[in-house]
T-cell receptor
Framework: DAEITQSPRHKITETGRQVTLACHQTWNHNNMFWYRQDLGHGLRLIHYSYGVQDTNKGEVSDGYSVSRSNTEDLPLTLESAASSQTSVYFC?????????????FGPGTRLTVL | DQQVKQNSPSLSVQEGRISILNCDYTNSMFDYFLWYKKYPAEGPTFLISISSIKDKNEDGRFTVFLNKSAKHLSLHIVPSQPGDSAVYFCAAYNNRKLIWGLGTSLAVNP
């Protein structure tokens, strides 16, 4: 069965360290998204990609970067982790980008920055 | 400022009764809406959607109603079951990106 996976599921790191969260989907979807979920803010879009070599900034992109070298993977990198980046991170994918797509989500990564 | 608002953070319902979850939006250009359900320690899962050309969409126990003039959506779950206890998110497409509400936590009591 096609799926979307995230690793690690839990991560504790220190302020200033570089951290990379992995996202891998076997749906063969063109579109991939990274969100963070925080109390009082719902889901907020960090970065998104509509295909290989395409990346775009979302509403809360500062301090994060992504790269899309193949269809299946969109790793999220925190260049220098900050305590404000403690959150739960969700990756999602969808088939096309016409504005009516269902997005399918991974199980999430809980990141703690000490 | 929240463009998609779920004004009730929580809702408690008896098993077998109807659950009604509400969602308001501010931008009349939003034309496609989705509801997701989320269990603890899991990602959101798609539940049901509705296009602005419709005012109702049904899928089994779940029905979504759209009132465009009031910029209001509601999700009805009938009958409610304990397994429906979860956080429900309303989301709207804007410029090919989803805008999310803060969620409503539903508790269905046996």
């Amino acid at each position: 069965d096609a799926e979307i996976t995230q690793s690690p599921r839990h991560k504790i790191t220190e302020t200033g360290r570089q951290v990379t969260l992995a996202c891998h989907q076997t749906w063969n979807h063109n579109n991939m998204f990274w969100y963070r979920q925080d109390l009082g803010h719902g889901l907020r879009l960090i970065h998104y990609s509509y295909g290989v070599q395409d990346t775009n900034k979302g509403e809360v992109s500062d301090g994060y970067s992504v790269s899309r070298s193949n269809t299946e993977d969109l790793p999220l990198t925190l260049e220098s982790a900050a305590s404000s980046q403690t959150s739960v991170y969700f990756c999602a994918s969808s088939e096309s980008s016409g504005g009516t797509d269902t997005q399918y989500f991974g199980p999430g990564t809980r990141l703690t920055v000490l | 400022d929240q463009q998609v608002k779920q004004n009730s953070p929580s809702l408690s319902v008896q098993e077998g009764r109807i659950s009604i979850l509400n969602c308001d939006y501010t931008n009349s250009m939003f034309d496609y809406f989705l509801w997701y359900k989320k269990y603890p320690a899991e990602g959101p899962t798609f539940l049901i959607s509705i296009s602005s050309i419709k005012d109702k969409n049904e899928d089994g126990r779940f029905t979504v109603f759209l009132n465009k003039s009031a910029k209001h959506l509601s999700l009805h779950i009938v009958p409610s079951q304990p397994g429906d206890s979860a956080v429900y998110f309303c989301a709207a497409y804007n410029n090919r990106k989803l805008i999310w509400g803060l969620g409503t936590s539903l508790a269905v009591n046996p």
